[in-house]
């Protein structure tokens, strides 16, 4: 079995499995929620703090076929659970469940945290609580068809939430998404990245963060793996001073973020402040409609609205009109790479595509197109 699973948003795997090897991983198995790979702890602790695309980084623990609950618990009890925390820490256990005979998530829960903290009462005559909120463990079971997965969590927190972006408009990308966007748009990540519809300023955060090489955990006190037993804190300070030494401090370019509202600008200044890179992304405030290059070169890569959460869709028409009169007037030679999850709304730019990903913001599959413009 595999030692560890980094899980991410479907359609980014590929890019997370580069981005492992380029972190010298070398034993990775792609599969379609996210990638296996072999290391150590220390590689656990590398992945959790330098991945921009991970969601979280799990430990497979067990897996085996049960269906009947008796089983299931009986199956549980054969993995020592005592060996990750102490019976005064907490647990919490989360169940995926699809096409098997015990169906009921809440009840394989149930019976999964009984067989559980059962193995502490034996050994220690007491039992960890249950904190549905903070758990110091988390243990994710997944089933289908009647092959149980058990794993326990390393990351705590979801890795996306950086820690920067406080404020955020109506529909901000998430930032793991917002990296790996970067990384499927293949940007040289020694060129400036503008995006004229930057909201919160997530694509611009990343980008910036990509260019100087900080990882996006250097941003964040703590992690899952803290809280269990054996955690080594020698080997953390080393991985931790490795990737913060590795840092830039500087570029000899800018990013250049855009948007019509001024609010979504002042947002966008202060995630860029707490993120550390305010220095290397010039803000203004304009409408596409008007909107022309910052700079001489550089790779536009941003995401309009499309409906499903903001606006309404004959306005957005205009808005998608006035984004392809742009690019197609004021950005020759450029290469724009635009996230949208309406494809009639993409079709209003009038202009054709060269390449194609689909990913997934959230539940909604999102097209994500490369369009070079002569
Ligand atoms: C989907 S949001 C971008 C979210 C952003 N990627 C983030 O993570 O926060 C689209 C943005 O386009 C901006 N926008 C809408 N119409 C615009 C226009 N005509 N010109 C420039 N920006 C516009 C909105 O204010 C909004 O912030």
Redesign the pocket.
Known sequence: MPEFFASTAKGLSEVLEKELKEMGIPKTIRVSGGVFFEGNWETCYKVNLSSRVASRVLKPVQDFVAYQPEELYANIQKHDFTKYIDVHQTIKVEVVVKESKMHDQRFIAMKVKDAIVDQFRDKFGERPNVDNENPDLRIYVRCKKNKFEIAIDTTGESLFMRGY?RE??????KENL?AGLLYLSEWDRQSPII?????????LVEAAMLAMNISPGTLRRHFGFMNLKGFNTEAWEKVLEEVVSAEKEDLDFKMHG????RQ?IR??KENAKRAGVDHVIEFQS????T?APPCEKGLLV?????GA???DEDN?K??YR??GYTLKHRFKSWDAWI?SGNKDLILDMKLKSTRRHFVFNGPLECRFLKYSMF
């Open positions: 972006r955020a408009g109506v529909a901000p990308l917002a995006d004229p519809m930057c909201g919160s300023g997530t694509i855009s948007d019509l509202d979504m947002m966008a304009e409408s596409i409609a909107y941003t995401n309009p609205p499309y959460r903001i606006g957005l205009d808005v006035d984004l996230l």
